[in-house]
């Protein structure tokens, strides 16, 4: 998934949340729906029950269905949470160990000799990321057998060797997938249905099909030209499997985290290793960098749907997006509701026409360089394209950046503003409610 998250770091204190402001909550998705800016739906969970839903925008823009509260969206990546779960069951029961060694189902892929279990969990195990295949675009709407996918693992081969580093890769997930039905002598979709759907009595959470508007599944959109275009391309799940296979509403996707924070799904000890984070990473866990605030959670994105998905252990506190259309990175719509959650200043977005200024290209210039602090989590570098400024964070994708006056530049997609002082090589970064000063290196 590519993402511009430059920042997740809020600064909580001690504030809790016993009861919060729902009218500014309700603005923000209001606003986003009548701006055109945003489609899908939001629950919150407190101590295992939902204190708070809301639902924006359509599900099916042609037909004019609006979104509520029973419709499914395609979570993407915070599928793999529900993997690990069902791996760490297996692991609980016997059946499978977190250094059995990937060689034991399928030798023919490279280093499976040296990738173990655990490896695939955590994202070390340096397969290549099979949606970086260069035919994915096409092959990802077809049916996928597991032969052909485990042919297009080997062929694609390895980055890294076993354990060097962590770096995310789908292959892993799909491989899990895969394993698990070998140990099961069951499909996926079973495994899922009988063990999460069914113990959790989920309604509205499956393995994808083909959406199916007429059930209340969403479609997903693109905003253009003052029009809504549907994304018409849909991966066939058979080829995500558990890495992005799933569909659910924000209620059922909270309901699977409370079960698994609460003890319902594996053990205390099962959990504790799922939580267990190295370089951010645990098992089917992202350990979430919020303030002082312990955070676990995923994020997902496939076919235009984003998602993403949080639980805040001591507060027993879960909160899950899911959009069909969202015109910017779901982190930033995400961040302003925990805000907004835990009563802190939050400034609700102003989607007033942005008046941009244009600049010559040598006056540019003085902009240019790499700008970094021990305050902010990563290097950001300042290049140009003629007269358009570019913006890169380490480690993410570049993205352009408008000139609102002289020295100071915003982008409504990242819904980030920076604000350059040449005189002194600084530069302020003002995103999710917060400012950081970098200085050029």
Known sequence: MAKYIFVFLICFGSMSAQTFDKSKMDSLFNLLEHNQKGMGSFSIFSNGKEIYQKSFGFSNVSDKTSANELTKYRIGSISKTYTATIIMQLVEEGKIKLNTLLSKYFPKI??????????????????????????????????????????????????????????????????????????????????????????????????????NPANNEALSYNFENSEWKLIESQTDMSGPMGAGGIVSTPTEVNIFFTNLFSGNLVSANALSQMENAKNGVGLGLMKLPLGDKEIYGHGGSIDGFESFAAYFPKDKLSLVLTTNYLYTQISNVFIGAVQIYFGMDYKLPDFAPLKTIELKPEELDVYLGKYSSPNFPIDITITKDGNILLVQGEGQPQFPIDAISKDTFYSEKVMITLKFLPEKKKMMVEQGGQVYELTKE
Not at 159 to 182: G, H, M
């Open 110 to 211: 490279p280093n499976a000799d040296k990738i173990t279990i655990e490896s695939l969990l955590r994202h070390q195990s340096g397969l290549f990321n099979i949606t970086n295949d260069e035919n994915f675009s096409i092959w990802m709407v077809e049916p996928q057998t597991r032969e052909s996918m485990i042919e297009r693992i080997i062929k694609n081969g390895t980055t890294f060797e076993p354990k060097e580093k962590t770096e995310y890769s789908n292959t892993n997930y799909i491989l899990l997938s895969y394993i698990a039905e070998i140990v099961e002598n069951k499909n996926f979709r079973n495994i899922l249905e009988n063990r999460i759907i069914k113990p959790l009595h989920l309604k509205r959470t499956e393995f994808g099909n083909k959406i």
